[in-house]
Nanobody, 128 residues
Framework: QVQLVESGGGLVQAGNSLRLSCAASGRSFSSYPMGWFRQAPAPGKEREFVAQISWSGGTRYADSVEGRFTISRDNAKNTVNLQMNSLKPEDTAVYYC????????????????????WGQGTQVTVSS
């Protein structure tokens, strides 16, 4: 069983930065691929991939955030972070932390359906 709790969301102006954190519980956390996803408030918008980090620190990013966002993890502290710089209004969404516990030590990109544990989400609002 894995429990995930996000924090760090808020309201910022475009161009500024935010740092999201995800605190995880569970003995095997360090072996799981961890991801950040987001879901914009518009009707019909699906949850979309933002970033992923493997057990060894390998990272993947969505094209829309490449070069602006950085995902990191501290396995000793059971945390995953998302540093978001140069924020844009289109980054406005609820951000979710997720764990893909069925793929320990996996390094490939996993889809939203392959993540089986989710946090409750944290709201990020970027004003123009």
């Amino acid at each position: 069983q894995v429990q995930l709790v996000e924090s760090g969301g808020g309201l910022v102006q475009a161009g500024n930065s935010l740092r999201l954190s995800c605190a995880a519980s569970g003995r095997s956390f360090s072996s799981y691929p961890m991801g950040w996803f987001r879901q914009a408030p518009a009707p019909g918008k699906e949850r979309e991939f933002v970033a992923q980090i493997s057990w060894s620190g390998g990272t993947r990013y969505a094209d829309s955030v490449e070069g602006r966002f950085t995902i990191s993890r501290d396995n000793a502290k059971n945390t995953v972070n998302l540093q978001m710089n140069s924020l844009k209004p289109e980054d406005t969404a609820v951000y979710y932390c997720a764990a893909a516990s069925k793929f320990p030590y996996g390094t490939r990109k996993y889809s939203v359906g392959q993540y089986d544990y989710w946090g409750q989400g944290t709201q990020v609002t970027v004003s123009s």
